[in-house]
């Protein structure tokens, strides 16, 4: 028994192909993971000077503290007492690893606030690359890394380079982004995405807002739109949804084993006079994150124009948060009208014309003027109960509908 030769033939049939594809994407990833080390050692070293030149403050202070401490030994922070968000698993285990190098010196705040936006910024152009490939996935990380490579001086510098200011909270959120979508192939990065979401909600209580109930919203929404369920998003919308219990579970599991103690944050809802304030700045920090606050700059001067250039970023970023929230809604809004046709009464039927219920899919006609038991849906055929009506009428369910859907095809079976 032999070996056939290696030759172009053999290279050329579908073996031969599989084997040219898997060692082409090996080869590529292997690229693309060097590419990304140099160019975080590059960005690495630039946020650190740039860190360097905002001045320290007592937070930064505080978790150099914290890390020196976990270096030490004391990895629950026994006998500490911190803030609501404690940034935990986020941001204490880089002070820890500098704290353990460098010792206790300020510089240890610079090297990770530095540290943290370069793996942000890395990280966000992986999760803006997706699933595209070549030339297409190529421009989707150069268009996030034109967008985040460099924060506006001052008070930007501040929040993105110094810590602990949620810069973590959103890395870890990024990553639990990318198990997400390496989930739905992968199904062991769905339990990566459940752990990621519930050590966020433990170090930083935003990430409840900003990470778990989106995703949730969003999972909800997409099997909705699918009509049908989909293994990956069901275990997924699972993992967020057990995300905050882990994360209640967790912090009593490190106050059990004699770790930090929290202050307790008494959260309420904004009074209505304070709304107009709460909005102004929300506006200014999303403006200033960017480096595009261009209120009460002066007009036709050099720093002005880097701000606009800025906004006109900004202005991106707010116009492609447009088409998938535009998408989602259009997919599930379909669902939701078609879902509230179905919810109407039992038996209500619809209006019969030519042997077939308009309006209504998925349902058998009934005999004409046959009543159902209990007098539910009774009427004359080709007659609407009145529940009938009001469903169809808040779902959207006309003969000439928006969408498209005119009712089963001719010559297909009603009932499948």
């Known amino acids: 028994m032999g ?3 290696l030759t172009q033939e053999s290279l050329t049939g579908a073996g031969g192909r599989a084997l040219l594809t898997a ?3 090996t080869h590529t990833r292997g690229l693309l993971a060097l590419a990304a080390a140099a160019a975080g050692a590059v960005l690495f070293a630039v946020y650190e000077r740039l860190s360097a030149t905002a001045p320290l403050t007592a937070d930064s202070a505080n978790a150099v503290l914290q890390g020196q401490s976990m270096a030490a030994g004391n990895l629950l922070l026994h006998g500490w007492t911190l803030s609501g968000a404690s940034f935990y698993a986020t941001d204490a285990p880089f002070y820890a690893l500098f704290a353990a190098v460098r010792g206790l010196s300020p510089a240890v705040a610079h090297d990770v606030g530095a540290l943290i936006y370069t793996l942000l910024v890395i990280a966000a152009c992986f999760l803006a690359r997706g699933s595209a490939r070549g030339g297409e996935g190529l421009g989707r990380m150069l268009v996030t890394l034109v967008l985040l490579i460099a924060p506006a001086p001052g008070a930007a510098t501040e929040l993105l380079l110094l810590g602990p200011f949620h810069g973590g909270t959103t890395l870890v959120l990024l990553l639990a982004l990318l198990a997400l979508d390496a989930g739905e192939t992968h199904p062991a990065w769905t339990a990566a995405l459940g752990v990621l979401l519930a050590l966020a909600v433990l170090s930083d209580a935003l990430a409840l807002y900003v990470g778990v109930v989106p995703v949730v ?3 909800a929404a997409r099997l909705a739109a699918r009509g049908r369920a989909a293994g990956s998003d069901l275990a997924a919308l699972a993992a967020a949804l057990l995300a905050l219990p882990a994360a209640l579970v967790l912090g009593q599991l490190v106050h059990q084993l004699g770790g930090f103690e929290t202050v307790p944050l008494q959260g309420s809802f904004a009074e209505v006079d304070d709304l107009p304030k709460n909005l102004a700045l929300t506006v200014q920090g999303a403006l200033l994150l960017f480096g595009a606050n261009f209120f ?7 720093s002005t124009i880097v701000i606009l250039v800025h906004l006109a970023g900004f202005g991106l970023v707010a116009m492609s948060c447009r088409d998938p929230v535009h998408g989602v809604r259009g997919r599930a809004g379909r669902a939701c009208r078609r879902g509230l046709a179905l919810a109407g009464p039992p ?7 030519g042997g077939r219920l308009r309006g209504l899919p998925g349902r058998r006609p009934g005999r004409a003027g046959q009543r159902r038991p209990g007098g539910a849906g009774g009427g004359l055929p080709g007659q609407a109960s009145p529940g009938l009506r009001a469903g169809r009428l808040l779902a959207g369910q006309h ?3 928006a969408d498209g859907w005119q009712g089963p095809r001719p010559g297909a079976d009603p009932g499948r």
Do not use: D
């Open 3 to 5: 070996f056939r030769p």
């Open 23 to 25: 060692a082409t994407s």
């Open 217 to 219: 919203v969003v999972l």
């Open 296 to 302: 009460g700059q002066p007009i036709a001067t050099p």
């Open 347 to 353: 038996g209500c039927g619809g209006r019969r014309r």
């Open 399 to 401: 003969r000439h509908r």
